[in-house]
């Protein structure tokens, strides 16, 4: 009989359950490890190289708080909407939401997702890579931005939406992969394990 082959141990540095379910939709079986990452702490010249930054942080903080163990893949994540080449992150408040909102809607920005990839296999190999989608938002009146802002999900993601929850009624168009803007990419993690030598198909649970 052929040997079975185990899946590495696969740790997503996030607490965005959208970031799991994603995984998890894909046939992968992950743990959950959030990082204790202030982003605040942390800047760049530009909205990419920030969401860059914030998921190679939260990646190489969760591994070394797990002992930076063998065997292991550690995924992690950073979204930001670029916004008129400003960074747009979680608003954090219904107001700041409503504003973002109103400011935002008939317009368009790129949501940038960073993505940071540690393969501890024997030797530890990191990759750092950037996913980009471009949004077109709705021409929101002011009753749905107020009714949308009164659920609370704005307040908790980059550039106030998603496109996987309440928010997606309000989406037009993306041009580019649906998963980023969501805020992992998988066809950019399997190129990004594939340089690792890890197969995608392998982590199938």
Known sequence: MPATVTPMRLILASASPARLQTLASAGLSVEVHVSDVDETLFDAPTPAEL???LAEKKAEAVFEALGRPAECIVIGC???LDFEGKPVGKPGTPDAARALLRRTRSNSGVLVTGHHVIVSD?????VTRLGSTIVHIADLT???IDAYVATGEPEHVAGGFTIDGLGGAFISAIEGDPHNVVGL????VRMMLADCGVSWTTLWS
């Open 51 to 53: 969401a860059s930054l």
């Open 78 to 80: 950073d979204s930001i």
């Open 122 to 126: 024997g030797d530890v190999q990191r």
């Open 142 to 144: 002011d009753e749905e």
């Open 185 to 188: 990419s998988l066809p950019l």
